[in-house]
């Protein structure tokens, strides 16, 4: 089985401060880890993917994340951010070599304040 | 990357109508295509997966019977709500996966009244 839990569902920063975002995850095999955002009303778009290459994953936006085995972490970061950047994210992770169905954390509402 | 588009954005209907939502695979095929529903504040719940030309696998505590899913093409997959309720009020998502990335729909905010 594989999870991912997402730390806080509520996280609240100035605009140029420092973002980041916790998720931990739990699998059984060698995981696929990934971040979405979600803007109000709109589907998922996905801000970067980790895929068993380099552990320091770089996405759009100017989001990066890093994928440490021995912490089982794959936090999100941004170092200055933006108002745009509010928003829903979600950690998904699937299985490497089986389905690729993402299973989602709970997401966290990032609130940027001016 | 991949485009999947999903229609309509926003519906309201009256309580016991049916609503059909669609989703296609803009630039690519698509033999699977899973359908989501979110709640406010909450993740992504998979009600199902699409399985073009054959029926669609359910997740536990989804009714088959209220959410109709069809695949008919490769490029087409459609979700029907059939006589809504208000509780079935929602945003329901479609995703497409390709080369083991799920590529997402905007979403159809269902609103019944």
């Known amino acids: 089985a594989q999870s991912v839990t997402q730390l806080g569902s509520h996280v609240s920063v100035s605009e140029g401060a420092l973002v980041l975002l916790r998720c931990n995850y739990s699998?059984?095999?060698?995981?696929?880890l990934f971040w979405y955002v979600q803007y109000p009303n709109q589907g998922l778009q996905l801000l970067l993917k980790y895929t068993s290459a380099a552990t320091l994953v770089k996405g759009i936006n100017g989001f990066e994340a890093e994928f440490k085995k021995s912490e089982t972490s794959f936090h999100l970061t941004k170092p200055s951010a933006h108002m745009s950047d509010a928003a829903e994210y979600f950690c998904?992770?699937?299985?490497?070599?089986?389905?690729?169905?993402?299973?989602f954390g709970r997401g966290t509402s990032l609130i940027v304040h001016p | 990357g991949a485009v999947v588009s999903q229609h309509p954005s926003r519906v309201i209907c009256k309580s016991g109508t049916s609503v059909k939502i669609e989703c296609r695979s803009l630039d690519f095929q698509a033999t699977t295509m899973f359908w989501y529903r979110q709640f406010p504040k909450k993740s992504l719940m998979l009600m199902a997966t699409s399985n073009e030309g054959s029926k669609a696998t359910y997740e536990q505590g989804v009714e088959k019977d209220k959410f109709l899913i069809n695949h008919a093409s490769l490029t087409l997959s459609t979700l029907t709500v059939t006589s809504a309720h208000p509780e079935d009020s929602s945003f329901y998502i479609c995703?497409?996966?390709?080369?083991?990335?799920?590529?997402f729909g905007q979403g159809t905010r269902l609103t019944v009244v």
């Open positions: 699998s059984s095999v060698p995981p696929y």
């Open positions: 998904a992770v699937s299985k490497s070599g089986g389905s690729y169905i993402p299973t």
């Open positions: 995703s497409a996966p390709i080369d083991r990335l799920a590529f």
